[in-house]
């Protein structure tokens, strides 16, 4: 039996913390991501995969929708709490050269309940059926994907698209390039994407608060040089993103440690020129640590 029980937190203008306790016996697995249950099984064969899981959201912190900010500051009176139950399920086909190409469809039904002051509406239902094609490709030193799929909720249909790549040199100092893009139309508060932070539940701006920003287009950049000595690894990226109009650029220091098992991530991030409001920080740290079951796949 594989168990996996690492904890961290996003430190900054806004903190929150994270744990994750996992158990997986062959192809099934039992992880609660803090305040998610998560239940999966995912068998895998000589070309390919799949998976059918199901997921409930108890603690009301889906979509980080308790957090909002509007320029440059927490914005209380757009909090809500968003839970969640759901279900869904996917194959990947493996192909030749590292290729892979496959499809997921997930239903999820939401709750949300009021929060901030100038929200009156009380607990209200959504529904959101998500279908997605998807392509990629896995080497040791590249790996990326592109998505195209639809949401279907009561607001209506919802088209996506969205790619990201990773590359990175072999060598002990070695560039590494990151990329994330997405378009969409008519998407709500719940599935535009969340930007900002250095944890990896985001399309990553560092000195940004978690989320800070939700986005229908983007595109983001991150690139540095990465050293790697033994156990241990640092790098010092840049991030670009321009989103919805608007652009940010941060800075960040990142550092590592694994033997084995066992892991420590620690991040800080700065951004200058981001809208700030008084008092409001332009600095944000993360860590997570622990026991991990198997950060370097040797598949996709």
């Known amino acids: 039996m594989g168990v996996y029980r690492p904890g961290g937190a996003q430190i900054g203008a806004s903190s929150f913390g ?17 305040d998610t249950l998560d239940l999966r099984y995912g068998p895998e064969w000589e070309r390919g995969r799949g998976w059918v899981g199901a997921r409930a959201q108890f603690g009301g912190t889906a979509g980080m929708m308790m957090a909002p900010w509007t320029d ?26 590292g290729l892979y190409a496959g499809g997921q469809v997930n239903a999820r039904l939401y709750q949300l309940s009021a929060q901030g002051q100038s929200v009156s509406d009380g607990v209200s239902q959504r529904r959101i059926l998500s279908t997605d094609a998807l392509v990629g490709l896995w080497r040791p030193q590249i790996q990326g994907y592109a998505r195209l799929g639809l949401d279907v909720s009561d607001v209506g249909p919802s088209p996506h698209a969205t790619v990201e790549l990773r590359g990175e040199g072999p060598w002990r100092v070695a560039p590494v390039v990151e ?23 985001v399309v990553p701006l560092a000195g940004a608060a978690w989320a800070e920003w939700w986005v229908e287009d983007y595109a983001a950049l991150r690139v540095g040089p990465r050293l790697t000595a033994g156990s241990f690894e640092l790098a010092l990226m840049s991030d670009l993103a321009v989103f919805d ?50 950060r370097r796949a040797a598949a996709p």
């Open 18 to 34: 994270i744990v994750t306790l996992g158990a997986r016996r062959g192809p099934a697995s039992v992880t609660l991501f803090t």
């Open 72 to 97: 440059g500051a927490p914005d209380t009176s757009r909090a809500r709490m968003a839970f969640y139950e759901g279900v869904e399920g996917g194959a990947l086909r493996y192909l030749p050269g």
């Open 179 to 201: 990329l994330r893009a997405g378009i969409a139309e008519n998407q709500d508060e719940l599935n535009l994407s969340r930007l900002g932070g250095l944890n990896p539940y």
């Open 245 to 294: 109009g608007q652009r940010a650029v941060g800075f960040a220091a990142l550092g590592g440690w694994q033997k084995e098992r066992r892991f420590v991530d620690l991040s800080v991030g700065y951004a200058p020129w981001i809208p700030r409001q008084d008092d409001v920080g332009r600095v944000s740290v993360y860590v997570l640590g622990g026991v991990d079951w198997g």
